[in-house]
């Protein structure tokens, strides 16, 4: 039997571990570039910057490898939308330091974004999209 095997199939790393509910993500306080985890307690403002990690993205590396530079260019076929609105997307790659096959997301969220503690995030890579089931902490 002949399977076909798809080219991405993104999903975010969750702060449970579990693939749904809150993300695993970072705010960044945009005067000082501190990082704060987000949560309920600690929720990214609107116009500010979010870290979030990925896989299944389809970036090519060698699995096990410890990745040693960062890309230098956001792909096109990539979206992700905060909150019901679209985000700009700054940097997506690897993780200096980390495995081959974990991708860090820089993303400015939208200042039309719903303020929510549960608002929905979602990541598109080449038109296919991550489980509609993760949230961010949006103030």
């Known amino acids: 039997m002949r399977r076909t095997v798809a080219a991405a199939v993104p999903a975010l790393f969750t702060a449970g571990g579990s693939g749904v509910g809150q993300v695993a993500a970072f705010n960044v306080d945009d005067a000082t570039g501190a990082l704060a985890i987000n949560s309920d307690g600690t929720p990214a403002l609107r116009g500010s910057v979010v870290v979030l990690y990925a896989t299944g993205d389809g970036f090519a590396g060698l699995d096990g490898q410890i990745v040693t530079r960062a890309s230098s260019s956001v792909p096109a076929s990539w979206s992700v939308q905060i909150g019901g609105a679209n985000a700009t997307v ?20 939208p200042t039309t974004a719903t303020a929510a503690k549960n608002a929905p995030v979602r990541l598109r890579v080449n038109g296919v999209a991550s489980p509609v089931a993760t949230t961010l902490s949006v103030k």
């Open 90 to 109: 700054l940097y997506a790659g690897p993780v200096v330091g980390l495995v081959s096959g974990i991708t860090q997301i820089n993303a400015r969220v």
